[in-house]
């Protein structure tokens, strides 16, 4: 992989984004990066974030044969400096470059929503793995996998990589033989052009609700949506949930660049959905049967074009929840616009395991625990509703906390959802404290709960207690709902990611020595 200076200014000039070039000689870029301390002879440095003036003086020791920033620093002497009007944008677009344009040669489905991304992630890439005979890659929150080959698949640092990386591991999967991309994307992405000129094939739009907003997030709800908009203005294909919150405005926006008759719509029957004259659900889908194991829904297509993808069926998750079938339903309609099969979904959607999301572990005499990655208002409302309506259940108890530093509003929006949802016990612990004081951040849930709906509420700060406390108390049929941690194996305290074993393993061994 290579980079010559000619054509990287040639781009950044037809994106308007070229200030001017000091020290400029003609060069052959070898290598790109945004870190000093991964800089190598011929690196292309970009200099980004939260950068300081001193890295820079490191990439050249290390090698830097340029850089491009957004103002010239004394630190670079005398290697070409590419001034730019925006650094992220300007590296999104130099790293695709480079990385020779990958994302041509894949089939790209990005979903975004405050909620699902990664369920319908993984219920596509198990659809596509069948259809494409693994030929699929996954850039997901969890896990980032380039290939069949075990080095291929590691865990992921952000839902959406940092653009270098971005199409690094694209031109990865494309070498390793991939022909078809699931990716997650942030509105965090957008909003730091992560991804700034990436195309994708199709763009799932899920659903959006107050979230990530606050000091390094998100100014306001209208940011945020704009951001997570973006995804639809740059998918060839939009399929979006018609029950979105802000349809009229999602679906415009769609509008504004794609066709009408490229912009599928989903809905469940008989949701309440307000469309805009003329605009008909592609879509629909119903509930057979929900239990506390899996779901079983029926998929319709009620237009023409709908009906030509033939994937009519009833299908069957793995995943329960009355919310993974909206995921499911997504994930088989832009699979099926990749070209998969219903037969592949079929096959795939009953044995689907996603890592801290309604992870089930069955007990003898404890009930049911569910591990779960619910950690605002939508997620945890829905969660509880769901589990609500299983009339078999015995008493519900949940057990969560609210992070620290960041998503205040998750406090009064936990305080919401359990007042509405009513769950017999509430145990209010540790999740992520940060720099907080957990008890103070557990008070301050509890301040937003109405003690007159709900009033069996403890406070156990340490989480592993927390969690046997909540197992202790329960029997047979009751459930357990271990909220907002997922699969984390560490909480964040004080700036250091502290170990902690994750909450299924805290589980799963006390009910093994509970019942051994
Ligand atoms: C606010 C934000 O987007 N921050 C991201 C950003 O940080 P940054 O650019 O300021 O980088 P930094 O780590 O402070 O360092 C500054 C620069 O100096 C460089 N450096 C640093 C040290 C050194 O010795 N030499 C050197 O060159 C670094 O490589 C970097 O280029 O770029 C980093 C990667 O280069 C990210 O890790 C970091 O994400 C932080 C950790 C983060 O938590 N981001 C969250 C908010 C996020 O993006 N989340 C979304 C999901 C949430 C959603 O749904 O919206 C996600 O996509 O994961
Ligand atoms: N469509 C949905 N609507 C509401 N809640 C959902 C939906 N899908 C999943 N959830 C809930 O949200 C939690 C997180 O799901 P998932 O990881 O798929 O979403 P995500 O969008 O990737 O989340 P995050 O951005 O927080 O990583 C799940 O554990 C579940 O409780």
Request: charged share 25%; glycine share 6%.
């Given at each position: 992989?290579?980079?010559?200076?000619?054509?990287?200014?040639?781009?950044?000039?037809?994106?308007?984004?070229?200030?001017?070039?000091?020290?400029?000689?003609?060069?052959?870029?070898?290598?790109?990066?945004?870190?000093?301390?991964?800089?190598?002879?011929?690196?292309?440095?970009?200099?980004?974030?939260?950068?300081?003036?001193?890295?820079?003086?490191?990439?050249?020791?290390?090698?830097?044969?340029?850089?491009?920033?957004?103002?010239?620093?004394?630190?670079?002497?005398?290697?070409?400096?590419?001034?730019?009007?925006?650094?992220?944008?300007?590296?999104?677009?130099?790293?695709?470059?480079?990385?020779?344009?990958?994302?041509?040669?894949?089939?790209?489905?990005?979903?975004?929503?405050?909620?699902?991304?990664?369920?319908?992630?993984?219920?596509?890439?198990?659809?596509?793995?069948?259809?494409?005979?693994?030929?699929?890659?996954?850039?997901?929150?969890?896990?980032?996998?380039?290939?069949?080959?075990?080095?291929?698949?590691?865990?992921?640092?952000?839902?959406?990589?940092?653009?270098?990386?971005?199409?690094?591991?694209?031109?990865?999967?494309?070498?390793?033989?991939?022909?078809?991309?699931?990716?997650?994307?942030?509105?965090?992405?957008?909003?730091?052009?992560?991804?700034?000129?990436?195309?994708?094939?199709?763009?799932?739009?899920?659903?959006?609700?107050?979230?990530?907003?606050?000091?390094?997030?998100?100014?306001?709800?209208?940011?945020?949506?704009?951001?997570?908009?973006?995804?639809?203005?740059?998918?060839?294909?939009?399929?979006?949930?018609?029950?979105?919150?802000?349809?009229?405005?999602?679906?415009?926006?769609?509008?504004?660049?794609?066709?009408?008759?490229?912009?599928?719509?989903?809905?469940?029957?008989?949701?309440?959905?307000?469309?805009?004259?003329?605009?008909?659900?592609?879509?629909?889908?119903?509930?057979?049967?929900e239990d506390l194991h899996e779901s079983?829904?029926?998929?319709?297509?009620?237009?023409?074009?709908?009906?030509?993808?033939?994937?009519?069926?009833?299908?069957?998750t793995s995943v329960p929840g009355d919310y993974n079938e909206?995921?499911?339903?997504?994930?088989?309609?832009?699979?099926?616009?990749?070209?998969?099969?219903?037969?592949?979904?079929?096959?795939?959607?009953?044995?689907?395991?996603?890592?801290?999301?309604m992870?089930m572990?069955?007990?003898?005499?404890?009930?049911?625990?569910y591990?779960d990655?619910?950690?605002?208002?939508?997620?945890?409302?829905?969660l509880?509703?769901f589990l609500?309506?299983q009339?078999?259940?015995?008493?519900?108890?949940?057990?969560?906390?609210?992070?620290?530093?960041?998503?205040?509003?998750?406090?009064?929006?936990?305080?919401?959802?359990?007042?509405?949802?009513?769950?017999?016990?509430?145990?209010?612990?540790?999740?992520?404290?940060?720099?907080?004081?957990?008890?103070?951040?557990?008070?301050?849930?509890?301040?937003?709960?109405?003690?007159?709906?709900?009033?069996?509420?403890?406070?156990?700060?340490?989480?592993?207690?927390?969690?046997?406390?909540?197992?202790?108390?329960?029997?047979?049929?009751?459930?357990?709902?271990?909220?907002?941690?997922?699969?984390?194996?560490?909480?964040?305290?004080?700036?250091?990611?502290?170990?902690?074993?994750?909450?299924?393993?805290?589980?799963?061994?006390?009910?093994?020595?509970?019942?051994?």
């Amino acid at each position: 992989m290579e980079l010559h200076i000619t054509p990287a200014l040639a781009l950044l000039r037809e994106h308007h984004l070229l200030d001017h070039v000091s020290n400029l000689t003609d060069f052959t870029a070898t290598s790109v990066s945004y870190d000093s301390r991964k800089v190598q002879p011929g690196t292309l440095f970009f200099c980004k974030g939260n950068f300081q003036p001193q890295y820079l003086a490191s990439a050249r020791e290390n090698g830097a044969i340029a850089y491009v920033a957004e103002k010239e620093h004394p630190e670079g002497g005398d290697i070409p400096a590419i001034i730019v009007r925006d650094e992220q944008k300007a590296m999104a677009l130099l790293g695709a470059a480079f990385y020779g344009y990958p994302q041509n040669d894949l089939f790209i489905i990005a979903i975004t929503g405050t909620k699902g991304k990664t369920t319908t992630a993984y219920f596509a890439d198990h659809i596509l793995a069948k259809s494409t005979d693994k030929h699929i890659a996954l850039f997901s929150t969890l896990d980032r996998v380039l290939g069949n080959q075990p080095g291929d698949k590691f865990k992921s640092d952000l839902t959406t990589p940092e653009s270098l990386d971005l199409f690094h591991d694209m031109r990865v999967a494309v070498n390793n033989g991939m022909t078809h991309l699931v990716m997650e994307v942030s509105s965090q992405a957008y909003k730091k052009n992560r991804i700034y000129g990436l195309k994708y094939n199709v763009g799932i739009f899920l659903n959006i609700s107050p979230d990530h907003i606050g000091r390094n997030e998100h100014p306001t709800f209208a940011d945020y949506l704009h951001c997570k908009e973006q995804l639809l203005v740059n998918s060839e294909i939009c399929l979006i949930n018609a029950e979105t919150a802000n349809f009229t405005d999602v679906y415009y926006t769609a509008k504004a660049t794609t066709q009408p008759e490229n912009i599928y719509l989903f809905a469940r029957r008989g949701a309440k959905v307000k469309l805009p004259a003329g605009v008909e659900v592609d879509f629909e889908y119903r509930n057979d049967l929900e239990d506390l194991h899996e779901s079983e829904f029926e998929l319709a297509a009620l237009t023409d074009r709908a009906k030509k993808l033939q994937l009519d069926n009833r299908y069957t998750t793995s995943v329960p929840g009355d919310y993974n079938e909206g995921n499911a339903v997504a994930a088989i309609i832009a699979s099926g616009l990749a070209g998969a099969k219903t037969a592949d979904a079929v096959a795939t959607l009953d044995h689907v395991h996603i890592r801290g999301r309604m992870e089930m572990i069955n007990s003898q005499h404890h009930g049911t625990i569910y591990v779960d990655y619910a950690h605002n208002y939508a997620s945890l409302k829905r969660l509880l509703a769901f589990l609500k309506r299983q009339t078999n259940a015995g008493k519900v108890t949940v057990v969560l906390g609210a992070t620290g530093d960041k998503g205040i509003s998750r406090r009064s929006g936990f305080g919401k959802a359990l007042t509405e949802e009513q769950p017999d016990e509430v145990i209010l612990t540790t999740d992520d404290p940060g720099y907080e004081d957990p008890m103070k951040i557990a008070r301050e849930i509890d301040s937003y709960i109405d003690h007159d709906k709900v009033s069996n509420i403890q406070f156990e700060m340490d989480r592993e207690t927390a969690i046997k406390m909540a197992i202790d108390e329960s029997q047979n049929d009751d459930i357990v709902v271990l909220a907002g941690k997922g699969e984390d194996p560490y909480q964040k305290i004080k700036g250091q990611d502290t170990p902690y074993p994750t909450d299924v393993k805290i589980a799963q061994d006390y009910i093994d020595q509970l019942e051994k």
